[in-house]
């Protein structure tokens, strides 16, 4: 049984006080986090390419898999509250958790604004359309997906 959202939850309870339902429903929807990314050990900088998780939907932008995805992505993330604090700075600008994690409001388009979970599509701000199978691409070639803006 799925756990009932408190009303604008997101602006009242810590993150680590949020029920499984709620910490879920941050996530947008976007892909961005889906997307296989470049980390320059030298720089600490990070760029994301166009190239996505072979477990990504590019038309949904949501795993395909996502209560099994580490059967298939042993690495896939598992973010939780302790976990945020040590990849938040490659998650998207975007990002729910990220920005609250820094202290900061979500954006006005989220759906949890909006009512509408298709409105992070609508908005643009996800990554639907735009992505490329990662089995299409050898990863010698990844440097010709990087995305010019960080998401």
């Given at each position: 049984?799925?756990?009932?959202?408190?009303?604008?939850?997101?602006?009242?309870?810590?993150?680590?006080?949020?029920?499984?339902?709620?910490?879920?429903?941050?996530?947008?929807g976007c892909?961005?986090?889906?997307?296989?990314?470049?980390?320059?050990?030298?720089?600490?900088?990070?760029?994301?390419?166009?190239?996505?998780?072979?477990?990504?939907?590019?038309?949904?932008?949501?795993?395909?898999?996502?209560?099994?995805?580490?059967?298939?992505?042993?690495?896939?993330?598992?973010?939780?509250?302790?976990?945020?604090?040590?990849?938040?700075?490659?998650?998207?600008?975007?990002?729910?958790?990220?920005?609250?994690?820094?202290?900061?409001?979500?954006?006005?388009?989220?759906?949890?604004?909006?009512?509408?979970?298709?409105?992070?599509?609508?908005t643009g701000?996800?990554?639907?359309?735009?992505?490329?199978?990662?089995?299409?691409?050898?990863?010698?070639?990844?440097?010709?997906?990087?995305?010019?803006?960080?998401?």
């Amino acid at each position: 049984m799925t756990a009932k959202l408190r009303p604008r939850f997101w602006e009242t309870v810590p993150l680590n006080k949020l029920n499984a339902s709620e910490w879920e429903a941050l996530c947008d929807g976007c892909g961005k986090c889906c997307l296989n990314k470049i980390e320059y050990e030298d720089t600490g900088e990070v760029d994301y390419t166009r190239i996505a998780c072979r477990l990504l939907d590019g038309e949904t932008c949501r795993c395909t898999q996502y209560p099994i995805r580490h059967q298939f992505v042993p690495d896939c993330v598992r973010l939780t509250p302790k976990t945020l604090p040590k990849i938040a700075y490659w998650m998207p600008r975007t990002c729910a958790y990220r920005l609250l994690y820094e202290g900061r409001p979500i954006p006005d388009w989220h759906p949890l604004n909006t009512g509408d979970p298709d409105s992070t599509h609508k908005t643009g701000h996800s990554v639907r359309g735009l992505t490329v199978p990662e089995f299409e691409v050898d990863e010698d070639d990844w440097d010709d997906y990087i995305i010019n803006e960080t998401p």
